[in-house]
């Protein structure tokens, strides 16, 4: 059951770091990265920004010009502008359109593979035994504990060890983090008192 240990850890360790950097950043960083890729899509999104340019353009020369004393030619400009402009309006639409799309794609995927799975792996290895644990060591009432709900008696359950990766991991990451701090809070004041020996 080596692979379920480590199945059921990863899991835990991708919805730790979903929860940790974002669902909406990691989204927009997906949807960069979609955008590279020749697609439809990505060409539409091209044209946008060709249009958007276009349009900032447009309006830049149409204030430039005066609308009293060149009257034909910021008529000219301004056709120009209101056709471009409902260009880009239009393809932003389709745009906005398709970004919701791929965002609730990107959400539903996501979802499967994380909480999803973990319910599934949950429900499906539930009477399945993770490991055993050495006989005699734990009294009854502990070994009941843990393998709760369904496990055998003498094994833990996919359910805790499901809730003790969660524990470790989220134990782990402020271990990490608080040492990252405190090493960051040393050195400052280190730097700071060799930049003032130099400087005597």
């Not at 060149?70 to 906005?96: C, G, P, S």
């Not at 490991?131 to 008696?153: D, N």
Request: glycine share 4%.
């Amino acid at each position: 059951m080596l692979s379920l240990i480590w199945t059921v850890f990863f899991v835990h360790v991708a919805i730790f770091l979903i929860n940790t950097i974002g669902a909406a950043t990691i989204d927009n960083l997906l949807w960069q990265l979609y955008l590279k890729v020749p697609t439809t899509t990505s060409k539409n999104a091209r044209e946008q920004s060709r249009l958007k340019r276009e349009v900032v353009q447009l309006k830049r020369e149409m204030n430039n010009t005066s609308s009293q004393d060149e009257f034909a030619k910021w008529a000219k400009i301004r056709r120009r502008h209101d056709k471009t402009m409902e260009e880009y309006e239009a393809l932003n639409k389709q745009l906005v359109s398709q970004k919701t799309s791929f965002d609730w794609s990107v959400k539903t995927a996501r979802w499967l593979s994380t909480n999803g799975l973990k319910i599934f792996l949950q429900f499906w290895y539930s009477k399945t035994p993770v490991f055993a644990l050495p006989q005699a060591w734990f009294p009854y009432v502990v070994e009941w504990v843990l393998s709760f709900p369904r496990a055998p008696l003498g094994s833990v359950s996919i359910q805790v060890w499901s809730n003790v990766c969660a524990t470790v991991i989220s134990a782990v990451a402020e271990v990490a983090t608080s040492v990252v701090l405190q090493g960051g809070g040393v050195a400052g004041p280190a730097q700071g008192a060799a930049k003032a020996q130099k400087s005597q």
